[in-house]
């Protein structure tokens, strides 16, 4: 048995020094700046499902690939600008899954690189209303020859899946603070309450007001014009796209970099956007002067560091927060502090904590929230901490409220043969027991906790935006409402994206305008070691006891105050 032991060392010690070697040669190979040529364009593909951020992770890069992020997209447009080498910019659009909040500033950013001087083509294949909204941003669109485009407006989409869980032998109990907050319907009901109904409403008329009124501005028709286009016509081939003036061309991809150098004798060589955004920031005039931090604030919130959870997607670790928080207030060289917000809130307690971080971090220098697609429930809960909230108009925001509950296994217990004896001392001692709803003695437990927690809540917002208990109450219920509304609340201060999130710091921190700044990111990179260690114990724990993890999964999420969003919400 000791051999055995001794040889499982040994062969684990080799294995991690080869993961180690593997791990610097590939970080090698991702350090490399890349060579620009002198006459090139950018092509920017924009598709699927775009980030906020995503740190640094040279093995999981190498072997699964990568793909921009808005830092990226964002550092290459402003790179390029400056840039004598970028003639011009391809942007590849299709079925791009961004919020609005994200598209708007995209646009502003697309903008801003025209002020150059330079170009920015967009090339269409298929495009539903949010690539095409925008490709208008750019200077010409151009058309594959078999390609359309669907102006479909908006239709909304939220699942219930109530019927679903009383099948599976799982029956929900939960109890909220809001008339508008009801995130457990999904779980509890089998179609919208009236408040969800109305909010959701505001929503797509918000939405499909700022697409109608986008695409007339950019492709100078009128409102009139593009709801017949949705109403009437909907599918555009090519020709159709180019007759009716949405549309400036029909080329193939290999045609687009010709109009980019107009007569210019030199070929221009292609530049992939994801490369260019690595090259160093000191050989086009950036990454010198004061410095700045930007922490990115991703995901739902949690305890703990960041994650991705089966059924919340990516987490926001508050511990992994707070950290960078304490370190950038901590760094005398870092000037002031801006969070990158984009989340519909989560636990409770992880909101808290991080909201107390920043109001430490404020004490030693200015911290400004910028909010991207979403800064719901918790998500504004930590923002309301900063000296400065900058919004969107399509961001979601507020969500002020609070929900607890839990989910009965008892029926899939049954179903499956598992037989659970329970012994308790304690009238509520079955708070959180997985196998029944909460008892009237509990419930009023539940309840007293909730209300304790929404008046923290209100109360924090109505200290942050010096406004009355009362005042907050009535524009809070959980109710959520767009940047532009929130403005108008006065929930937020200022309605721009992360840029101008920076200036505000600039001025905060007292950088002077001609001076240039430096960007100090969070999170860094993660340690790929600890991740593969981590997925590792995580597999054999589910293979050991795949029930327990199941028992232990719904421990960890019910009977625990939640500010998060109260629906999720698809638009197609």
């Not at 992020?69 to 791009?96: F, H, P």
């Not at 939960?174 to 969800?196: C, I, L, S, W």
């Not at 007001?209 to 009139?224: F, G, H, I, M, W």
């Not at 080329?251 to 060589?269: E, G, H, M, T, V």
């Given at each position: 048995m000791r051999k055995f032991i001794t040889w499982l060392i040994i062969i684990l010690g080799i294995f991690m020094v080869l993961l180690i070697m593997a791990y610097v040669f590939i970080s090698a190979l991702f350090d490399t700046e890349p060579v620009v040529p002198a006459h090139a364009y950018l092509a920017m593909p924009l598709s699927g499902f775009i980030q906020e951020y995503k740190p640094p992770d040279p093995v999981g890069e190498y072997l699964e690939g990568s793909s921009?992020?808005?830092?990226?997209?964002?550092?290459?447009?402003?790179?390029?600008?400056?840039?004598?080498?970028?003639?011009?910019?391809?942007?590849?659009?299709?079925?791009?899954?961004?919020?609005?909040?994200?598209?708007?500033?995209?646009?502003?950013?697309?903008?801003?690189?025209?002020?150059?001087?330079?170009?920015?083509?967009?090339?269409?294949?298929?495009?539903?209303?949010?690539?095409?909204?925008?490709?208008?941003?750019?200077?010409?669109?151009?058309?594959?020859?078999?390609?359309?485009?669907?102006?479909?407006?908006?239709?909304?989409?939220?699942?219930?899946?109530?019927?679903?869980?009383?099948?599976?032998?799982?029956?929900?109990?939960?109890?909220?603070?809001?008339?508008?907050?009801?995130?457990?319907?999904?779980?509890?009901?089998?179609?919208?309450?009236?408040?969800?109904?109305?909010?959701?409403?505001?929503?797509?008329?918000?939405?499909?007001?700022?697409?109608?009124?986008?695409?007339?501005?950019?492709?100078?028709?009128?409102?009139?014009?593009?709801?017949?286009?949705?109403?009437?016509?909907?599918?555009?081939?090519?020709?159709?796209?180019?007759?009716?003036?949405?549309?400036?061309?029909?080329?193939?991809?290999?045609?687009?970099?010709?109009?980019?150098?107009?007569?210019?004798?030199?070929?221009?060589?292609?530049?992939?956007?994801?490369?260019?955004?690595?090259?160093?920031?000191?050989?086009?005039?950036?990454?010198?002067?004061?410095?700045?931090?930007?922490?990115?604030?991703?995901?739902?919130?949690?305890?703990?560091?960041?994650?991705?959870?089966?059924?919340?997607?990516?987490?926001?670790?508050?511990?992994?927060?707070?950290?960078?928080?304490?370190?950038?207030?901590?760094?005398?060289?870092?000037?002031?502090?801006?969070?990158?917000?984009?989340?519909?809130?989560?636990?409770?307690?992880?909101?808290?904590?991080?909201?107390?971080?920043?109001?430490?971090?404020?004490?030693?220098?200015?911290?400004?929230?910028?909010?991207?697609?979403?800064?719901?429930?918790?998500?504004?809960?930590?923002?309301?901490?900063?000296?400065?909230?900058?919004?969107?108009?399509?961001?979601?925001i507020g969500s002020i409220g609070v929900f607890i509950g839990k989910f009965s296994l008892e029926e899939l217990y049954n179903k499956i043969g598992v037989k659970v004896t329970t012994l308790q001392r304690g009238k509520n001692a079955g708070l959180l027991n997985l196998n029944q709803k909460f008892t009237d003695s509990e419930r009023k437990v539940v309840r007293r906790l909730i209300e304790n927690s929404y008046h923290s809540f209100v109360s924090k917002v109505a200290e942050s935006r010096k406004k009355t208990f009362k005042e907050v109450d009535q524009i809070a219920q959980g109710r959520v409402w767009t940047g532009e509304q929130g403005l108008d609340l006065n929930l937020a201060d200022v309605k721009g994206g992360l840029d101008e999130a920076i200036l505000i710091a600039r001025k905060m921190a007292g950088v002077k305008p001609e001076d240039k700044i430096r960007l100090i990111v969070y999170p860094k990179s993660r340690s790929v070691l600890s991740e593969i260690l981590r997925s590792v114990s995580l597999t054999a724990k589910t293979m050991t006891n795949p029930l327990q993890e199941i028992d232990l999964y719904f421990k960890q999420i019910q009977g625990r105050s939640l500010y998060m969003l109260p629906f999720t919400l698809t638009l197609n």
């Open positions: 921009l992020d808005m830092k990226k997209i964002s550092q290459s447009l402003k790179y390029a600008a400056v840039d004598d080498r970028i003639t011009g910019i391809i942007l590849e659009i299709e079925n791009i899954q961004a919020g609005f909040a994200k598209l708007h500033e995209l646009s502003q950013q697309i903008a801003a690189f025209r002020q150059s001087g330079k170009k920015v083509l967009a090339l269409l294949n298929i495009a539903l209303p949010r690539d095409y909204y925008l490709a208008t941003a750019c200077d010409s669109i151009y058309m594959q020859p078999e390609g359309t485009i669907l102006l479909t407006g908006f239709v909304a989409e939220v699942s219930f899946y109530k019927d679903l869980l009383g099948k599976l032998g799982i029956e929900a109990d939960f109890e909220h603070v809001g008339r508008y907050k009801n995130a457990p319907d999904e779980y509890t009901r089998q179609n919208m309450t009236d408040e969800q109904k109305e909010v959701i409403n505001t929503i797509l008329d918000s939405r499909y007001y700022d697409l109608v009124s986008t695409l007339a501005r950019n492709r100078n028709l009128t409102e009139p014009e593009i709801i017949n286009f949705i109403d009437t016509i909907t599918g555009f081939s090519a020709d159709l796209a180019l007759e009716h003036k949405l549309i400036d061309g029909i080329k193939y991809s290999d045609q687009l970099p010709d109009l980019l150098k107009a007569d210019k004798p030199y070929k221009l060589s292609r530049m992939s956007a994801l490369e260019y955004s690595n090259i160093d920031p000191g050989s086009v005039g950036f990454g010198t002067g004061p410095r700045l931090a930007l922490i990115y604030c991703q995901g739902t919130m949690m305890n703990g560091d960041d994650g991705n959870d089966p059924v919340f997607g990516t987490t926001m670790g508050a511990d992994r927060v707070i950290r960078n928080l304490r370190q950038a207030a901590d760094t005398k060289s870092i000037k002031a502090i801006i969070m990158r917000i984009d989340s519909p809130g989560g636990l409770a307690t992880a909101a808290d904590e991080i909201w107390h971080a920043v109001m430490e971090a404020r004490k030693k220098k200015p911290v400004i929230a910028s909010i991207s697609d979403v800064g719901a429930s918790g998500g504004y809960y930590m923002a309301i901490a900063a000296d400065t909230i900058v919004v969107q108009s399509p961001t979601l």
